[in-house]
């Protein structure tokens, strides 16, 4: 009843003209996914290039951050409607990299989860415990209040349509994935916080995906985890082959 969601996180990578490559390749090596999301997240500078090649069926658009305000004198910074008027459905938000490089906190991750929500746009939250903090057992702590502070002041049918990507900081970009059993267990902690919040039905509709090292040979054993329902991927969503191996799954 959840559609599987597989995102590739392009990072800091890829020109306009190696944007609408990838793409291309993808709509050919992919072509029509019943019951599966597929979004590519550009760099803002190939938004609008790969919007335009875009088909509408196979590939959504998705960009990597945004800013709350819907316009003013904020240098540098893209707002909510700017995305969708580029033919973005989703954003991330609060990704690890944004929380250590750029100092974002649990607070402005909600502000930025609210206005993506109010703009028509899916925010994918992502959280996820540094290697100090998992080895200290503090996991669920840390993902729990990551969580209870993004989704802070949303409403149930609001929480019903974000994403929460669980991403192990320790995990991202190392090639060291989670266990996909251990991650099934922080992602089923993850919705039980959710249901506190927004109760069961409402819970029982999110997507929560896994990210950190899924590569194609570790998807499957993902997918057939009961409460992960894709995969928020880097590294391996920058080629075509290893992208839609991942997106065509076997689970
Ligand atoms: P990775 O990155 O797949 O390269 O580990 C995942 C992410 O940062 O979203």
């Not at 003209?17 to 996914?33: D, N, T």
């Not at 790969?50 to 509408?56: A, M, Q």
């Not at 994935?177 to 959710?194: G, L, W």
């Not at 929560?208 to 590294?235: Q, T």
Request: proline share 3%; with cysteine; hydrophobic share 40%.
């Amino acid at each position: 009843m959840r559609t599987p969601l597989l995102a590739g996180n392009w990072k800091l990578h890829k020109t306009v003209r190696e944007a609408k490559e990838l793409v291309e390749e993808l709509h050919r090596a992919i072509g029509k996914l019943y019951e599966r999301e597929v979004v590519v997240c550009p760099p803002f500078t190939a938004l609008q290039a790969v919007s335009s090649i875009l088909d509408g069926k196979t590939i959504k658009l998705g960009a990597q951050d945004l800013f709350w305000e819907e316009k003013g004198a904020y240098t540098g910074e893209v707002a909510p409607l700017m995305l969708k008027d580029v033919g973005c459905t989703y954003v991330i938000i609060g990704h690890s990299e944004r929380r250590k490089y750029f100092s974002e906190t649990d607070e402005w991750v909600n502000r930025k989860a609210k206005a993506a929500l109010e703009a028509g746009l899916i925010p994918i939250i992502c959280v996820g415990e540094s290697l100090a903090q998992r080895e200290e057992g503090k996991t669920v702590d840390v993902v729990t209040t990551q969580v209870q502070a993004a989704l802070k002041d949303l409403t149930a049918s609001q929480v019903e349509r974000v994403v929460i990507a669980y991403e192990p900081i320790w995990a991202i970009g190392t090639g060291k994935n989670d266990s996909p059993v251990e991650a099934q267990k922080t992602v089923s902690t993850i919705r039980n916080v959710m249901a506190a919040q927004a109760g069961d039905e409402s819970a029982g509709k999110v997507r929560i995906l896994y990210g950190g090292s899924v590569k194609p040979d570790n998807i499957d054993s993902f997918m057939k985890e009961r409460d992960i329902d894709g995969a928020l991927v880097g590294g391996a969503s920058l080629t075509c082959e290893s992208f839609s191996r991942i997106v065509k799954y076997e689970a």
